[in-house]
């Protein structure tokens, strides 16, 4: 089991930049492609970026494309959300998630039903 817990979520104005992590414990992620998801009110849950084990691959939703950038520390177990140049349309819950098919792939995937483990969620507001 993993137990995956954003954190770093809050208000920001448009323009801002904020930085969410993603800890995962229970056992590594360190050999797994992870990704982060959004859900915005009244709105389906949409892929924003993923990242292979090794961070060697990277892939972006168009919409957040050269103002967010997916990392990873292996160390701490860790996955982060750079945003920057914020949006009020990027105001969303922000999940991580893990998929434990890509094992020391270089696959990443867009599709939220492919990851296994969830965390809850963290709220990132824009205001305008």
């Known amino acids: 089991q993993v137990q995956l817990v954003e954190s770093g979520g809050g208000l920001v104005q448009a323009g801002g930049s904020m930085r969410l992590s993603c800890a995962a414990s229970g056992r590594t992620i360190s050999t797994y492609a992870m990704g982060w998801f959004r859900q915005a009110p009244g709105k389906e849950r949409e892929f924003v970026a993923a990242?292979?084990?090794?961070?060697?691959?990277?892939y972006y939703a168009d919409s957040v494309k050269g103002r967010f950038t997916i990392s990873r520390d292996n160390a701490k177990n860790t996955v982060y959300l750079q945003m920057n140049s914020l949006k009020p349309e990027d105001t969303a819950v922000y999940y991580c998630?893990?998929?434990?098919?890509?094992?020391?792939?270089?696959?990443?995937?867009?599709?939220?039903?492919?990851?296994?483990?969830w965390g809850q969620g963290t709220q990132v507001t824009v205001s305008s």
């Open positions: 998630a893990a998929d434990m098919r890509q094992h020391l792939t270089v696959v990443v995937t867009t599709e939220f039903w492919a990851y296994d483990y």
């Open positions: 990242i292979s084990w090794s961070g060697g691959v990277t």
